[in-house]
């Protein structure tokens, strides 16, 4: 039985990658500073500690054929874009990068992947929100929009040097905003159709919810389960990459808040505000992941949203309901 590792375990893609390791019959260790928050991990074993520490990343990786290395200090705009948080995201995403490829060539394990972001592409291709350029190819001259994209790019670079010095198989993909249920969904940490799902839960219909910007803003979002399709495509083929793994489905955000009112059948006004934005335009560009994998992404865009909505209703009803409670 082969053995992997997953950093990161506690996570929402983490999470969601041990479940499918284990169905292709995989020995599964799992990483993280706290458990899965909305399941039990199915992880065969499960360490808590902190990447961070060499030592914990010397454990992680004793035994073990592949690694995932999906773990970092992240979250969505409100985490990511208001400069806050820039010295953490830097050093604690580099430090457990360095102690995971380190400690795993010091354990002999040959593969690895690791999990980059489309956050690594420069701003001045992402003006124009209907014209964004993300191919893997114009990364460089690197000019990210945030300390998280440049750490990202930084460890990209760490792990291909690893690969050239140290005659590791590497693999590196760039998430573009992935989704889907059991993610983080309150908390200042959520992504965009995490945000949008709870404030469309939340209203009354006939309500309002709020939405940073002008709402023009356009991105790709990708459901959970393509997003694994392609990491172990991507992890079984002779590709090193960086390739996009995402949707080239682009939608406004003001667009991605109508398709979640359309689903749950409401009528609710927008009303923009200020709030961090991020680059006004990110779309995945799939040329060289069907190139090299012969595989896309294909899954709309809605099918995903209803399966997060129905879940992220779920949780709000029933912490409404718990708080209610609480209160008779």
């Not at 994209?149 to 590497?170: C, D, P, Q, T």
């Not at 889907?180 to 959520?190: I, K, N, S, V, Y």
Request: some cysteine.
């Amino acid at each position: 039985m082969k053995r992997a590792l997953v950093n990161g375990a506690g996570g929402f893609i983490g999470s969601h990658l041990v479940r499918r390791l284990r169905r292709e019959g995989y020995w599964v260790r799992g990483v993280d500073v706290k458990h899965p928050e909305f399941s039990e991990s199915t992880a065969q074993e499960f360490l808590v500690g902190d990447l961070r520490d060499p030592k914990v990343a010397e454990a992680a990786v004793d035994g073990i054929d592949d690694v995932y290395q999906l773990a970092a200090d992240m979250g969505g705009a409100g985490y990511i874009f208001t400069g806050e948080h820039d010295a953490c995201v830097m050093h604690n995403s580099a430090t457990i990068n360095l102690n995971t490829v380190e400690a795993g060539r010091n354990a002999g394990v040959k593969r690895f992947f690791y999990s980059s972001s489309a956050c690594i592409y420069p701003e001045r291709n992402q003006m124009d929100p209907d014209n964004p350029n993300c191919v893997e190819e114009s990364a460089y001259p690197a000019a990210p929009d945030s300390e998280y994209g440049w750490e990202k790019l930084f460890s990209e670079r760490l792990y291909m040097a690893y690969a050239r010095n140290y005659g590791l198989e590497v693999h590196i993909a760039r998430f573009h905003n992935i989704f889907g249920p059991q993610g983080t969904w309150r908390g200042g940490r959520e992504k965009a159709p995490a945000a949008i799902c709870r404030k469309v839960a939340e209203a009354p219909d006939g309500g309002e919810i709020e939405i940073w910007g002008d709402g023009r803003q356009t991105r790709s979002f990708l459901y959970i389960d393509e997003c694994l399709e392609g990491v172990r495509r991507l992890m079984e083929s002779k590709f090193q990459g960086p390739v996009n793994i995402g949707s080239e489905e682009m939608v406004t955000i003001n667009q991605l808040a109508e398709m979640a009112m359309r689903i749950a059948g409401k009528q609710l006004r927008l009303r923009h505000i200020p709030g961090p934005l991020g680059v006004r335009g990110r779309n995945s560009d799939n040329r060289l992941i069907r190139k090299e994998l012969g595989w896309a992404p294909t899954a709309p865009l809605e099918d995903g949203l209803r399966s997060t909505y129905e879940w992220v209703n779920l949780q709000v009803h029933t912490k409404d309901a718990a708080v209610a409670g609480t209160v008779k």
